[in-house]
């Protein structure tokens, strides 16, 4: 072969090695283009408008919480925060160095702004200052145009008006975070600052913080946005609508912390359920989680021998003493154990197994039939009655009414309390139930435990004829924009099937312990009452080789006595010898309820007589 055949077969090869990479290079790009015009054209065109567009949320004004006659529980305050959004901030650490000269910015808030640049888009604004005064916003108005990315911002914060005095049912807010989003899509709280953390802002987290309004910017390249595309305004969150009265709760906060009383009151309206007032004494100022608690607040609360944390309202745990007996005495009187008319002699004690159990008045009280019982808290009757009952009848009777499993509301962190059964002795002391602790058990002492709201709730089926409310405090949701109100529904209470002798040989030894006997302090000319008094020994510690111990007092009742309109179930810790501190926190809740021309200053100084305050 010449060597110009050669050279030409050479050329003939490369060039058609050319034309085929042409001819793929040709062909891919046809796919290409079929790709992205036509199989993934959406995609595509979604990836397009976001990056000349950007979606900045306008966060929701919180929910209030109202008292019933519409005074504000939780509300929302404006305050100004100096903020900085780092894509239209120039050269960033110096402008945040220059920033902290001027204003007293928490280094711990710097390092958050520098640590998270990257978890948020940059045309979002971050809060370097919480609270700006006005000083503080006039300083940085006349410089403002020396820093370029910072403002100052008016946003809601959640401000609670009357500090600790309803913190144990309204609860409070905190900042977000993973720890309190359990139960919650983390998805919604992307950019919210508050979420529920206890009470009824817990509870009702969902229907208070509203939905999000958003603002679509048009952005550069940089993400810089230059113009507002859209806005969306944020739907506020419901208001909601509650039972409590805050003339009454001021009432009772009054006559327990001028005593320095440690302990609960919770007030319901018998007939449906509606919690008037729930106190936990003491307590702690809401405002102080909001934007989250100081350590010096914290370690002041977990140091505290009162236990402030603690909504003994809900949690507190106590032996009920000898409100149980009224409890009792109905399941006896239903069951036959004993006739209205039974009577029985009370010498002061009586003796079992060769042990003596007393009688709170060791002189005795003679014959003692079933009303003088409950009037006088009569033991030695009670005693007797436990023996004929039994523990089976005993736990039935609790049961029934409630105890040993938590009371039904609408609120979070109700304690079950303790009803004690011979399995479970048996099985946590390896020993038999003994006749001797159905007498203990008897006058509400031992290992039986309740809670004010088990106590309240019993009580009102007393007062109402039978029926075992369900309890709520939030009444309505009310739509702020509307003003259309939602009211919610309330669970039909439970029939107890109380025959009517029953209840009206147990109402009538009430009436006669507010008339005549060991509540007789109570009793308030023109207004006819029920109640019964508890006085529980509880161990405190050991002196000697011995168990030491003090008392609490209790008291639950109603009023009026035929038209119940109020049931209370008070709880004082600690009340020493015949315990009687319960019953001026009782009578304010009542009468600052049912005598609305009283004067709140005058419940301070509602006093008893301890001598006719025992049982």
Same mark, same amino acid.
């Given at each position: 072969m010449s060597p110009n055949a050669e050279k030409t077969g050479r050329f003939r090869g490369r060039l058609a090695v050319a034309i085929v990479l042409l001819l793929l290079a040709f062909l891919y790009l046809i796919w290409r283009l079929v790709d992205l015009e036509v199989l993934h054209y959406q995609r595509f065109r979604q990836m397009a408008q976001a990056n000349h567009t950007a979606i900045v949320p306008d966060a929701p004004a919180r929910g209030l919480i109202l008292a019933s006659h519409g005074q504000i529980l939780a509300a929302n305050h404006p305050r100004y925060v100096l903020e900085l959004i780092p894509d239209e901030t120039e050269h960033l650490h110096g402008t945040l160095q220059r920033l902290e000269q001027?204003?007293?910015? !928490? =280094?711990?808030?710097? $390092?958050? @702004? &520098? *640590?998270? #640049? /990257?978890?948020? !888009? =940059?045309?979002?604004? $971050?809060? @370097? &200052? *919480?609270? #700006? /005064?006005?000083?503080?916003?006039?300083?940085?108005?006349?410089?403002?145009?020396?820093?370029?990315?910072?403002?100052?911002?008016?946003?809601?914060?959640?401000?609670?008006?009357?500090?600790?005095?309803?913190?144990?049912?309204?609860?409070?807010?905190?900042?977000?975070?993973?720890?309190?989003?359990?139960?919650?899509?983390?998805?919604?709280?992307?950019?919210?600052?508050?979420?529920?953390?206890?009470?009824?802002?817990?509870?009702?987290?969902?229907?208070?913080?509203?939905?999000?309004?958003?603002?679509?910017?048009?952005?550069?390249?940089?993400?810089?946005?230059?113009?507002?595309?859209?806005?969306?305004?944020?739907?506020?969150?419901?208001?909601?609508?509650?039972?409590?009265?805050?003339?009454?709760?001021?009432?009772?906060?009054?006559v327990m912390r001028r005593n320095h009383f440690r302990g609960a009151l919770v007030a319901v309206n018998p007939k449906n359920g509606a919690v008037i007032a729930s106190y936990s004494n003491p307590s702690f100022n809401a405002n102080w989680f909001v934007d989250g608690i100081s350590d010096t607040h914290w370690q002041s609360l977990l140091h505290d021998k009162g236990r402030p944390l603690l909504n003994r309202v809900a949690q507190g745990l106590y032996p009920p003493g000898s409100c149980i007996k009224p409890f009792y005495s109905i399941e006896a009187l239903q069951d036959k154990v004993i006739q209205p008319d039974f009577h029985t002699y009370c010498p002061g004690y009586i003796r079992l197994g060769g042990h003596v159990y007393w009688d709170w008045y060791r002189s005795g009280f003679g014959e003692t039939g079933l009303t003088k019982a409950l009037a006088w808290s009569v033991d030695v009757f009670f005693y007797k009655l436990a023996i004929k009952m039994g523990i089976q009848r005993q736990d039935a009777a609790l049961w029934r009414f409630g105890f040993g499993k938590p009371a039904p509301i609408d609120t979070p962190g109700s304690a079950s309390g303790f009803v004690p059964t011979p399995r479970w002795k048996e099985v946590h002391f390896h020993q038999p139930w003994y006749t001797g602790d159905s007498v203990i058990l008897g006058i509400g002492q031992g290992y039986l435990l309740v809670t004010p709201l088990q106590l309240v709730r019993a009580v009102s089926a007393i007062a109402n004829g039978g029926y075992l409310p369900y309890l709520h405090v939030v009444t309505a949701l009310i739509n702020p924009e509307t003003g259309v109100r939602q009211a919610l529904p309330i669970a039909p209470p439970k029939n107890l099937h109380i025959p009517a002798f029953a209840l009206r040989a147990v109402r009538k030894g009430m009436t006669a312990c507010v008339t005549r006997g060991t509540c007789k302090s109570m009793a308030t000319p023109g207004l006819a009452m029920a109640g019964k008094t508890g006085t529980a020994e509880v161990p405190i510690g050991y002196q000697n080789g011995r168990t030491i111990y003090n008392d609490d007092s209790l008291f639950i009742g109603w009023a009026p006595l035929h038209h119940p309109q109020i049931a209370v179930a008070a709880v004082v810790e600690d009340g020493g010898n015949n315990a009687w501190q319960a019953l001026p926190v009782a009578k304010a809740a009542i009468l600052s309820d049912l005598r609305p021309k009283m004067k709140l200053r005058d419940f301070t100084n509602i006093v008893v007589n301890p001598a006719q305050a025992f049982g």
């Amino acid at each position: 072969m010449s060597p110009n055949a050669e050279k030409t077969g050479r050329f003939r090869g490369r060039l058609a090695v050319a034309i085929v990479l042409l001819l793929l290079a040709f062909l891919y790009l046809i796919w290409r283009l079929v790709d992205l015009e036509v199989l993934h054209y959406q995609r595509f065109r979604q990836m397009a408008q976001a990056n000349h567009t950007a979606i900045v949320p306008d966060a929701p004004a919180r929910g209030l919480i109202l008292a019933s006659h519409g005074q504000i529980l939780a509300a929302n305050h404006p305050r100004y925060v100096l903020e900085l959004i780092p894509d239209e901030t120039e050269h960033l650490h110096g402008t945040l160095q220059r920033l902290e000269q001027l204003f007293p910015i !928490p =280094p711990k808030n710097v $390092r958050h @702004l &520098l *640590h998270t #640049l /990257d978890d948020k !888009p =940059p045309y979002i604004p $971050r809060i @370097l &200052l *919480h609270h #700006l /005064d006005a000083a503080q916003i006039a300083d940085f108005s006349v410089r403002d145009m020396e820093f370029p990315g910072v403002q100052v911002a008016a946003q809601w914060h959640r401000y609670y008006p009357y500090q600790k005095l309803f913190t144990s049912v309204v609860g409070y807010v905190g900042p977000v975070s993973a720890r309190n989003l359990k139960g919650f899509d983390p998805q919604k709280y992307i950019y919210r600052r508050f979420i529920g953390e206890s009470g009824l802002e817990y509870a009702f987290e969902r229907q208070l913080r509203g939905k999000f309004g958003y603002q679509i910017k048009e952005v550069d390249a940089f993400g810089v946005p230059v113009a507002n595309l859209r806005n969306i305004a944020p739907t506020p969150g419901d208001n909601l609508q509650t039972s409590l009265r805050l003339r009454v709760q001021r009432a009772v906060a009054r006559v327990m912390r001028r005593n320095h009383f440690r302990g609960a009151l919770v007030a319901v309206n018998p007939k449906n359920g509606a919690v008037i007032a729930s106190y936990s004494n003491p307590s702690f100022n809401a405002n102080w989680f909001v934007d989250g608690i100081s350590d010096t607040h914290w370690q002041s609360l977990l140091h505290d021998k009162g236990r402030p944390l603690l909504n003994r309202v809900a949690q507190g745990l106590y032996p009920p003493g000898s409100c149980i007996k009224p409890f009792y005495s109905i399941e006896a009187l239903q069951d036959k154990v004993i006739q209205p008319d039974f009577h029985t002699y009370c010498p002061g004690y009586i003796r079992l197994g060769g042990h003596v159990y007393w009688d709170w008045y060791r002189s005795g009280f003679g014959e003692t039939g079933l009303t003088k019982a409950l009037a006088w808290s009569v033991d030695v009757f009670f005693y007797k009655l436990a023996i004929k009952m039994g523990i089976q009848r005993q736990d039935a009777a609790l049961w029934r009414f409630g105890f040993g499993k938590p009371a039904p509301i609408d609120t979070p962190g109700s304690a079950s309390g303790f009803v004690p059964t011979p399995r479970w002795k048996e099985v946590h002391f390896h020993q038999p139930w003994y006749t001797g602790d159905s007498v203990i058990l008897g006058i509400g002492q031992g290992y039986l435990l309740v809670t004010p709201l088990q106590l309240v709730r019993a009580v009102s089926a007393i007062a109402n004829g039978g029926y075992l409310p369900y309890l709520h405090v939030v009444t309505a949701l009310i739509n702020p924009e509307t003003g259309v109100r939602q009211a919610l529904p309330i669970a039909p209470p439970k029939n107890l099937h109380i025959p009517a002798f029953a209840l009206r040989a147990v109402r009538k030894g009430m009436t006669a312990c507010v008339t005549r006997g060991t509540c007789k302090s109570m009793a308030t000319p023109g207004l006819a009452m029920a109640g019964k008094t508890g006085t529980a020994e509880v161990p405190i510690g050991y002196q000697n080789g011995r168990t030491i111990y003090n008392d609490d007092s209790l008291f639950i009742g109603w009023a009026p006595l035929h038209h119940p309109q109020i049931a209370v179930a008070a709880v004082v810790e600690d009340g020493g010898n015949n315990a009687w501190q319960a019953l001026p926190v009782a009578k304010a809740a009542i009468l600052s309820d049912l005598r609305p021309k009283m004067k709140l200053r005058d419940f301070t100084n509602i006093v008893v007589n301890p001598a006719q305050a025992f049982g």
